[in-house]
């Protein structure tokens, strides 16, 4: 099973509308939950980050925490062509008690057509 | 507050070499991650640094390797160089790296391998 799994896309939507991006993670002691956004041939830039269950919600960006179901979530709301991108899912995955490095999903990728 | 910096930022050489890229935290930042980015595998992490020790290491042959300095920033060596290490290489800075610390990409060194 994959530590961290999220669907490849492409996820394409219209401008103005709510792009859902999921994310599920194997390992329940996982204390932390990142949203990365990479453009093509950029690096990751960090755009969310939850820790408890429940939303958070930064301007048309919405994570939302189950960490019962092992699964984390990104909504953007009012979708602009310049969200289009690849979204990456990132956790803090415990190993023997130790933390301090993320495991990625391979990322979705989003169009969002004009 | 300037962000994490990345050098060389492209790189270009030929099996059975070496290469050294270097990484500068932002300021205040102790602890420095590196990641290798591929097509087909993601984001992979390789090892984290913290206050010149390392604290966590990916599942990589010791070809791979890194260390850090008392001002923070961080060097990984690719010894031997072989065609599959073609990647992107990033380094991440974050406060302490555990796991409620959120971690900021630098703009990578692409290595191509001949």
């Known amino acids: 099973q994959k530590e961290v799994e999220q669907n490849s896309g492409p996820l394409s939507v219209p401008e103005g509308a709510i792009a859902s991006l999921n994310c599920t993670y194997s390992d329940r002691g996982s204390q932390s939950f990142f949203w990365y956004r990479q453009y093509s041939g950029k690096s990751p830039e960090l755009i969310m980050s939850?820790?408890?269950?429940g939303d958070k919600e930064d301007g048309r960006f919405t994570a939302q925490l189950n960490k019962a179901s092992q699964y984390v979530s990104l909504l953007i709301r009012d979708s602009q062509p310049s969200d289009s991108a690849t979204y990456l899912c990132a956790v803090n995955i415990m190993r023997g008690g130790s933390q301090g490095n993320l495991i990625f999903g391979k990322g979705t990728k989003l169009s969002v057509k004009p | 507050k300037a962000g994490v910096t990345q050098t060389p930022r492209y790189l270009i050489k030929t099996r059975g070499q070496q290469v050294t890229l270097s990484c500068s935290p932002i300021s205040g930042h102790r602890s420095v991650s590196w990641y290798q980015q591929t097509p087909g595998q993601g984001l992979q992490f390789l090892f984290e640094?913290?206050?010149?020790?390392?604290?966590n290491k990916g599942n990589f042959p010791g070809r791979f390797s890194g260390r850090q300095f008392s001002n923070s920033r961080s060097e990984m060596n690719v010894s031997t160089l072989e065609l599959g290490d073609s990647a992107l290489y990033l380094c991440?800075?974050?406060?302490?790296?555990?796991?409620?610390?959120?971690?900021?990409f630098g703009p990578g060194t692409r290595l191509t391998v001949l």
């Open positions: 640094y913290f206050s010149e020790t390392q604290r």
């Open positions: 991440a800075s974050s406060l302490s790296g555990w796991g409620y610390n959120e971690q900021f």
């Open positions: 939850i820790y408890s269950n």
